[in-house]
């Protein structure tokens, strides 16, 4: 048997508690995987007193976190404190300097610092993982970082927030608006009593980084994410989408194409019978374009103490099964800056709803500027017709420039007959 | 840079040409990613001369593949020969005799024979890799044996077999029968001129059975494991199905409960618009149900040089990086023989579709059938009414015992009034 490998958990929240109770549960099993002992050896958190749902007094007590990255019995830290910034960071930085191994589930962390750190991992030749900081219980790092490590990926598509996800699938099911559903959600404990960070697609984008990294080889960016949340979706426009046959999601979108990377966090229309739409709830997926596999999607829990825990003790099996894999993929030296494309010229098929003034004239007004700017209606539809009322007219195009229909929408929304901001979607073909 | 690691392929069939077109396709990237040099040094197949999609001739080739396993120039032998016994059995244990590593697509292998070959590999330290055996490019061997390593696993349900999918997808959206659609598919390429491996269920239990074993930490025994394919399934099951808001789906389905096995190949109903239901056409999709997870779910394609090619591809890194994992996920020694349930006593839901004549007390004579075997009806309908023609009865139950289900259709299909062999399917509440 192999010397036992000791961990040394810091910050005991809901993945925190979860990641002990899943090591107090399947204890046996996981170190017959592991083909070694796997041992808590000491946990710290803000609060000692406060109650929680795991019993953790046979592990030592860390006042101080940051304290665990000298301990002579700790070969792996994980961090679970979260934070860009502050005692996660120190920690982290610490941990790896002094060669011991570090699983964290910190997005943020990653987004902004991840290259620093990968560097500091790969000098002091030990493992950075973070599979529990992108879609809860899917092994999505470990699938892009390995599985489709034959491919030239060209994609990445993710429903990666599923606070946002269900918040959407509410709205839809039962025809509320945003502020309700997301009340209910935030009684529920599915939304924090701050929702930003989640519904305006901040988490999200700090997801989609660390996937533009893995996918094309760049160091981690996050300033260069264009960023749109969920607080703008009407009940009405899901019920109009949902009558052209599609769903409203929150997407996390990278691609490359010639060496130049495009990334958006945006609400899309996906179809209602694909398999990203079919994805509810407070679900995540995940979907991989590559070379050779065509497509690949897993879908699963974004978060919680099961799911995240599990990516936690996945991390921790590896490592202890003598995992050696670079950080992003490829050795730091081979991260490049990446090269952002214009997204301007990104073509695709978009989906627009406008609140009209009812008198002749309006339609042709608004075909004029579309034509104007090179918009190709596909379909079209006056969806009430009653004088008292505003028109609500839908349209879907067929693919077009961004840069075009952006100056196309601002024309429209400055027409006399158009009475509320209009709506403008991007319609993913996935 | 660490040294090459050199690489002998068996095999040059569409999956052999896919891994030598992406290894001549993506060769710097995956050096990178391998830290190392990745040289196929050798190849073989049966016909030097047969016109091949990629250029091999600046590989030694090698008449006889078994030569391959005593090389010096081969650290890794891939067999793509396929088969349960001949050739591909005697390379693959010869070159784990000889230290080397084997990555094999081969299903049918590894179902019969892969305990015996895990205890070679183990013994003699070197790994034995089958990621593209299962649902070609969709990397689910290592999700279970990796990224799910910190779950109890307590289910797999998984639509393994494109062409059963391509063939009952077909069925669905034109509304042809079975027949029809097979000879379809064989002209396109989508099945083979022998479909019996597909269609009847075969290669679908061979994969199953490699997950059973991954699962639950058994010895694979393809023996066990009851098999039911596709050719009895009729368009108007599919019709009646889609009523109910139902797919017919080729389902491989293992669950252990208490330490005991229940598995079976069949198809079943699953909900039109769950994400299994969404998965149509050649794709496959694994789903996995674990206490800490709860479910995740992948979906890519299950065939082909670029996917299966793309798992190939995905092992060799792997071993490049010095991968180091037990065949089935733990050790030889831990793995047991499986105890299996007994299947009479699993309860599902099922959907049932009788052709009976139109005359009075035939219901009646059905219901009683149903009481007496203690089997719940859910939901009837009576499709149609027309005295020159039979009634079509479908019926959906609650959940019951299968053998209570099993004598209710065969006392049923004894009733004078009932015309044709009645269909029975399990639904499936994935």
Chains 1, 2 share one sequence.
Not at 315 to 341: H, K, M, Q
Request: aromatic share 6%; glycine share 8%; hydrophobic share 40%.
């Amino acid at each position: 048997m192999n010397k036992p490998l000791r961990i040394g958990i810091a910050g005991l929240g809901t993945v925190g508690c979860g990641v002990v109770d899943i090591f107090q549960r399947n204890n046996a099993l996981l170190n017959m995987r592991a083909k070694r002992d796997l041992e808590i050896t000491c946990v710290s958190s803000q609060n000692k007193e406060r109650a929680r749902p795991v019993d953790t007094s046979a592990y030592e007590w860390v006042d101080n976190a940051l304290d665990m990255a000298s301990r002579d019995d700790v070969d792996v830290i994980v961090e679970l404190i979260g934070g860009e910034e502050g005692v996660a960071k120190t920690l982290i930085e610490a941990a790896l300097k002094n060669g011991k191994h570090v699983v964290t589930a910190n997005k943020a962390l990653l987004a902004h610092h991840g290259f620093s750190l990968a560097q500091l991992a790969e000098k002091n030749k030990v493992q950075l993982m973070y599979e529990a900081a992108v879609a809860g219980g899917i092994p999505i790092i470990k699938s892009m970082r390995e599985g489709f490590a034959g491919n030239k990926i060209t994609a990445v598509y993710g429903i990666l927030n599923g606070t946002c996800n269900y918040i959407l699938t509410e709205m839809r099911e039962t025809g509320r608006d945003f502020e309700t559903v997301l009340s209910e959600a935030q009684e529920k404990g599915f939304a924090e009593a701050d929702p930003s960070f989640d519904v305006d697609g901040i988490d999200a984008a700090h997801k989609l980084c660390i996937l533009s990294a893995l996918a094309f080889g760049v160091k981690p960016d996050y300033k260069k994410l264009p960023v749109t949340g969920i607080r703008h979706i009407t009940a009405s426009d899901i019920t109009y989408a949902e009558d052209l046959g599609y769903r409203i999601k929150l997407l996390g979108i990278t691609h490359c194409k010639n060496g130049e990377i495009i990334q958006s966090v945006e609400p899309c229309l996906v179809h209602e019978d694909s398999t990203m739409g079919a994805v509810e709830g407070v679900f995540n997926t995940v979907l991989v374009e590559g070379d050779a596999i065509d497509h690949g999607q897993s879908i699963g829990r974004g978060a919680g103490a099961g799911p995240t825990g599990s990516s936690v003790v996945a991390d921790i099996i590896d490592i202890a099964r003598g995992y050696n894999v670079p950080t992003f993929g490829v050795p730091c030296e081979a991260l490049s800056d990446a090269n952002w494309a214009d997204s301007g010229k990104w073509e695709s098929r978009f989906y627009m709803h406008l609140s009209v003034t009812d008198r002749a004239g309006v339609l042709a007004d608004i075909a004029h500027v579309l034509k104007e700017n090179n918009v190709s209606v596909e379909a079209l539809a006056q969806l009430s017709h009653n004088p008292d009322n505003p028109v609500s007219i839908t349209l879907t195009t067929h693919k077009v420039a961004q840069e075009n229909i952006t100056k196309a929408i601002n024309a429209i929304a400055g027409l006399p007959a158009v009475l509320t901001e209009p709506t403008m979607l991007r319609i993913e073909e996935i």
